[in-house]
């Protein structure tokens, strides 16, 4: 079993002096392929903070944050973009799709913008959204779907090209509670099928889906609950 | 009276006798209530003293057979019509214990709701698991998947609850220390000492936003 996601005693400082804020204290944590592992706490615990870590969305006051083994600093912003596009896939509240453009268009934009042939990231892009459950809505616009339906187009949008890390940021915020499940299940099977998903949350409910809980506090991860990776006890402690 | 009521909506769908009653409710609710077969003997025999359902006499292998009577399916229209009551509330422990860990002193009571929440949200996520395995396809499984369900919201309003408890107690800890505080600037001479202060607690009202 490999590390997908690597936070190494990982500390984000915002502003100074005075107004000096630590939203991450010294956090280590792992994701490994094939396990959803959920992060929960209060508004202001740190958890969107380590979510943008982990994207490459922000960089860590100190500490490193690896992707597929790759340290995400040493990368530089260009790379950063890349990696983006081609190994994380992120999951918003909000959904964030292209309003002008279709499901289609939408889910195959992250593969053209990486080069890719546009028929063959259009291919892609088909494949993601039926393995989402809306192959048959792939010429649909934003606005002509629900919800849960944005929703798969974003977890397409976020699995396609075979992406192994899949990060959350309450996903099911804007949805009613069985839709919400059904996301949660989506998500689920992606990293049964050998992803790594990180989960932000502060639904218990939702969080429950996770191999993994972690409960942070105060930019400190205070408690795990759940069952611990069967190798995790082969491994020296740290 | 939820047993009581149970066997009796069981009985309305035909004449049964208490082994199958029982497996019949276990089914139904994957077990998650168990019931001893003397338990559901016991029911049957103050349903029939009430006139709520009759004893057919023993079948070909000796089962004391029991069908619903007119009063019994009255009984048990009234109960799918009318909600639950909700009267007092029953014993809780873990409300008792909160109640007990702030008011007596020696007590970690941020260790005691931690505990909890990572206790309750494994046994959440064994409810999950447990709903993933099950498709709801058939009435038998659905009724399986709604009794799961019921026990997925309870521990959810359970962590809600302690996560209340915390950000209130935090509240309540952070108004003593700034009291504290107050004291000290105002008996303090030492203006610097009490700016000082002032702006660490600023940074922390920050870092707890």
């Known amino acids: 079993m490999n590390a997908v996601l690597e936070l190494d005693t990982v500390t984000r400082v915002h502003g100074e002096g005075a107004t000096e804020v630590t939203a991450l204290h010294q956090v280590s ?13 209060p508004s202001g615990s740190g958890k969107s903070t380590l979510l943008t870590l982990a994207g490459g969305l922000d960089s860590p ?31 918003f509240q909000d959904f964030n799709l292209i309003p002008a453009l279709t499901a289609v268009e939408n889910v195959a934009l992250p593969r053209e913008l990486d080069g890719a042939g546009s028929r063959s990231a259009r291919r892609a892009a088909l494949a993601a959204l039926g393995e989402v459950g809306i192959g048959d809505l792939a010429k649909r616009f934003p606005d002509e779907m629900s919800g849960g339906q944005q929703q798969r187009v974003a977890i397409a949008r976020a699995i396609v090209g075979d992406r192994r890390l899949i990060l959350a940021d309450e996903p099911t915020g804007a949805l009613d509670s069985e839709t919400g499940e059904d996301i949660l299940r989506l998500i689920r099977a992606r990293c049964d099928a050998g992803a790594a998903g990180v989960l932000v949350t502060h639904e218990a409910r939702h969080a429950a889906w996770a191999d993994r809980v972690v409960f942070l506090r105060d930019g400190v991860i205070v408690d795990e609950a759940g069952s611990d990776r069967p190798d995790a006890l082969l491994q020296p402690a740290r | 009276m939820s047993v009581r009521n149970a066997l009796l909506a069981l009985l309305e769908q035909g004449p049964r006798y208490g082994y199958q009653l029982r497996a019949e409710f276990e089914d139904r609710t994957g077990g998650t209530w168990p019931l001893n077969v003397g338990q559901v003997y016991t029911t049957l025999s103050r349903l029939e003293r009430d006139g709520f359902v009759e004893g057919r006499g023993a079948d070909g292998d000796g089962h004391v057979v029991y069908a619903v009577t007119t009063r019994g399916r ?12 909700r009267t007092q509330p029953p014993r809780e422990e ?35 698991r447990l709903k993933r395995r099950a498709t709801g396809d058939d009435p038998q499984e659905l009724a399986w998947v709604l009794v799961l369900d019921s026990l997925v919201f309870n521990a959810e309003a359970e962590i809600r609850w302690l996560d209340h408890c915390e950000a209130r107690l935090r509240r309540a800890a952070k108004d003593r220390d700034d009291d504290r505080r107050r004291v000290v600037s105002t008996s303090s001479t030492d203006a610097g000492r009490s700016t000082d202060a002032g702006r660490s607690t600023d940074a922390e009202t920050e870092a707890h936003r």
């Open chain 1, 61 to 91: 006051t100190s500490g490193v944050v690896r992707v597929e083994e790759t340290d995400l600093s040493a990368l530089g912003q260009k790379g950063r973009a890349a990696m983006r596009r081609t190994s994380i896939g992120y999951v």
């Open chain 1, 29 to 41: 944590f792992t994701a490994y392929a094939g396990e959803l592992v959920a992060v929960m706490g």
């Open chain 2, 74 to 85: 009255d009984e048990v229209a009234t109960w799918f019509s009318s909600p639950v009551p």
């Open chain 2, 94 to 128: 873990l409300a008792i214990k909160l109640a007990l860990a702030v008011s007596v002193p020696g007590v970690d009571v941020g260790t005691v709701i931690q505990q909890q929440r990572s206790a309750t949200m494994a046994a959440l996520q064994d409810y999950t």
